[in-house]
């Protein structure tokens, strides 16, 4: 499906841990981002997402 979309110029760009991301996929992928790699920053705004939540609920 991947590999369809692609040919019709469709950009496809690929989040995942590399562990579990298939190389095939990675290599049809204009653009790949391993998870691992940006982990810090999500956990970051996941917390700051998070407080916000708490914070509109009071």
Do not use: F
Not at 20 to 41: E, F, R
């Amino acid at each position: 499906m991947v590999n369809t979309i692609a040919s019709q110029g469709v950009r496809v760009e690929v989040v995942g841990l590399r562990s579990m991301t298939s190389t095939s996929l990675i290599d049809v992928a204009n653009c790949y981002t391993d998870l691992a790699a940006i982990q810090q920053i999500v956990q970051k705004l996941d917390n700051s997402v998070c407080q916000q939540l708490a914070i509109s609920q009071e």
